[in-house]
């Protein structure tokens, strides 16, 4: 028999660990499970992928500068004639595929600043291309989120429902979709796909003074919704964050600064120019695995993007989230620590410090408790891949052969 094809898709490879950390993990299933697969990507990175993953990788979109505002003719026009051109290289692309996969990322949602035909659009051409191909879609372990703008819902609420197999990594993101109309009745909930990837070793903690704090910052700015303000939120987070940074500097804390996308650089040059202190360092994170070790050596963490929490959480470090979206409070109450979020468009050093603190008080607490939830999620996981493997991948006595989608 032929061996299974499997097409990888979505905004990988550019920057974002969250992103890539999900890829990786499907990767890793795909190894485990369905060891015969063969695997390439039609992604935002192509090359980066190929060289991390060793995955054959083409590019998401025709016209090279789309996520660049075009304002002059020739770019509009660009623009305009890729929308068309890819049009019929994604439906080629999926034809020649057994199953496409979407690893996990808020794919359904606009929590972060989003044009309709963007990524939404590209989503939208993926699950219309499987529906009439035959090719079956997944969207497996996803975010999604209510969307205010009509033609972001719209696109996304189509993708949802031309999907052949549809996950999400949290009861919102299954709700939020049930009120776009979308029927989730055979629709599961798993925990974050970056919960399946390895853990480090979980290092001695030294005895002794006060350890390392890490602290991950993101370039925020709202979300969709917010952009007419998004220059005076983006500036109170930064002020608001950097004066926490001050004052753990100031009771003697090394604080390792975090990021999680490419963007965030700016914000640690902030941090690191405003307070200029020896004790403010910044990790050089490429992937997940790095941010899992970072955070493994810290006594606590403070983070905004989402996959940063994921991180420390997975290695059972105390965790307080500037949380930007209702995700990162779901994340934190299905881990134990509903209590510990602070709202990222208000940061208020004094209160945040006043949390941290009470964070620290009851780590030995919040250790054992974040232990057992890992467990619980690692079990978890283990069903979600099982169902994914019946409902994609069904057994033969030879090579899995996909079910087709009706």
């Not at 283990?382 to 030879?398: E, R, Y």
Request: aromatic share 6%; with cysteine.
């Amino acid at each position: 028999m032929t061996r299974v094809r499997v097409g990888v898709f979505g905004l990988l490879g550019s920057g974002n660990l969250g992103n890539d950390g999900s890829l990786e993990a499907v990767l890793g299933y795909l190894r485990e499970r369905h060891p015969g697969a063969v695997v390439d990507a039609l992604c935002g990175g192509p090359e980066a992928v190929t060289a991390r993953y060793g995955i054959p990788a083409t590019r998401l979109h025709w016209y090279r500068g789309e996520y660049r505002t075009a304002s002059r003719a020739g770019a509009v026009a660009g623009k305009g004639l890729g929308k068309l051109v890819d049009v019929l290289r994604t439906a080629a692309w999926v034809r020649r595929h057994d199953v496409v996969i979407v690893p996990g990322m808020g794919v359904l949602e606009a929590t972060l600043p989003l044009r309709p035909w963007g990524f939404p659009y590209a989503l939208f051409l993926l699950c219309a291309s499987g529906r009439l191909t035959g090719t079956p879609v997944a969207l497996i372990g996803v975010g999604a989120a209510p969307i205010s703008e009509r033609a972001t819902r719209t696109l996304v609420r189509w993708s949802a429902r031309l999907a052949a197999y549809r996950s999400y990594r949290d009861g919102l993101s299954r709700d939020a979709m049930r009120a776009m109309g979308v029927d989730t009745a055979r629709d599961e909930v798993h925990p974050d796909l970056a919960f399946a990837l390895p853990a480090p070793p979980s290092p001695e903690l030294p005895a002794g003074p006060p350890g390392p704090v890490c602290v991950g910052v993101m370039d925020f700015h709202g979300g969709n919704d917010d952009r007419a303000r998004a220059e005076e939120i983006h500036r109170r987070y930064l002020d608001g964050t950097t004066r926490f940074v001050r004052a753990l500097v100031e009771d003697g804390r090394p604080v390792r600064l975090l990021t999680g996308d490419a963007c965030d650089a700016a914000v640690v040059a902030a941090i690191l120019d405003a307070v200029d202190s020896p004790l403010v360092t910044a990790a050089e994170a490429a992937s997940l695995a790095d941010l899992m070790k970072e955070t493994a050596a810290a006594d606590a963490v403070v983070a905004t993007r989402y996959h940063n929490l994921v991180c420390a959480l997975k290695v059972g470090t105390p965790t307080l989230a500037l949380s930007y979206a209702a995700k990162s409070d779901a994340l934190m109450a299905q881990m134990g620590l509903a209590t510990y979020c602070h709202p990222a468009r208000e940061v208020d050093a004094d209160r945040l410090l006043e949390q941290f603190r009470e964070l620290e008080k009851r780590s030995a607490e919040l250790r054992r408790t974040l232990a057992e939830r890992n467990l619980a999620a690692a079990r978890q996981l283990d069903h979600h891949f099982a169902a994914l493997t019946a409902a994609l991948f069904p057994t033969s006595d030879h090579a899995p052969t996909p079910r087709k989608a009706p």
